[in-house]
């Protein structure tokens, strides 16, 4: 479905991308775990078309993206949900909703998918004409998942979506994601939380200062005693083998 290869990018001269390849099939999740700095947050952008490519392709169902611009990818379903949510905190839930779609035209539909947002995320629903800014974190991470969602994505890409949250919200954080899922949502999922994310996820790529330097199986990573020294602080329990 998404075929990355050979990709570079980075910030004027300081490459930040070198060469990474990874590809993502329709329904599945991919989880993305790695240090900070390691590249994570600047593929997703990349991908996006927020920052652009010097080497390398993105290929999404055979074709190129990589030079076609950021409203271009999100009109082919390629969405993310921000690191920090980036809510418009001075306008309110509603209007956030509405700003998913701005690719859009289709306003009877428009409307049907908002109410799905709104039976998704009931407490939105009953904040819906309040400011933005008065959310809760939590609320705000259910706000940006439900502002992408406007923007009817084939590839949701979400940047750590438990930052900052409580263990109770990083709880149902991971249940929505599950959910979507289920629904039939193919993600790409950058998460701090590396055990949470690779028990939802199908597969999994470790990166490292710009490069993939492992990829396989959740469980196979789970197995993996050097990466849960590094990333998950020590063995886990050999049921989950």
Do not use: W
């Not at 927020?50 to 993206?65: C, N, R, W």
């Not at 289920?182 to 939802?200: C, D, H």
Request: with cysteine; glycine share 10%.
């Amino acid at each position: 479905m998404l075929r990355i290869s050979d990709l570079e990018a980075g910030y004027g001269k300081i490459k930040v991308l070198k060469g990474v390849s990874l590809e993502i099939e329709d329904g599945e999740i991919i989880t993305l775990i790695g240090a900070n700095g390691a590249g994570k947050t600047t593929l997703l952008k990349t991908i996006c078309g927020l920052i652009s490519a010097s080497a390398g392709s993105i290929e999404y169902k055979g074709t190129p993206m990589h030079r076609k611009s950021p409203s271009a990818r999100v009109k082919k379903g390629l969405v993310l949900v921000p690191e920090g949510r980036n809510i418009l905190r001075r306008m309110t839930v509603y209007e956030n909703l509405l700003m998913g779609a701005y690719c859009r035209a289709d306003r009877a539909e428009i409307k049907l998918d908002i109410e799905q947002v709104f039976e998704r995320f009931p407490i939105l629903a009953k904040r819906m004409h309040l400011s933005a800014d008065v959310l809760s974190g939590g609320e705000q991470q259910m706000l940006a998942i439900g502002r992408a969602m406007l923007a009817r994505p084939k590839i949701l890409m979400m940047d750590e979506p438990s930052l900052g949250l409580s263990p109770i919200l990083i709880k149902e954080i991971f249940l929505i994601i599950s959910d979507l899922h289920r629904s039939g949502m193919t993600i790409l999922l950058v998460e701090q939380n590396a055990l949470k994310a690779l028990q939802v996820a199908d597969r999994g790529y470790v990166m490292e200062t710009g490069e993939i330097v492992m990829a396989d199986t959740c469980e196979g990573l789970l197995c993996d005693e050097k990466l849960c020294d590094a990333y998950l602080g020590g063995k886990v329990a050999p049921a989950v083998c």
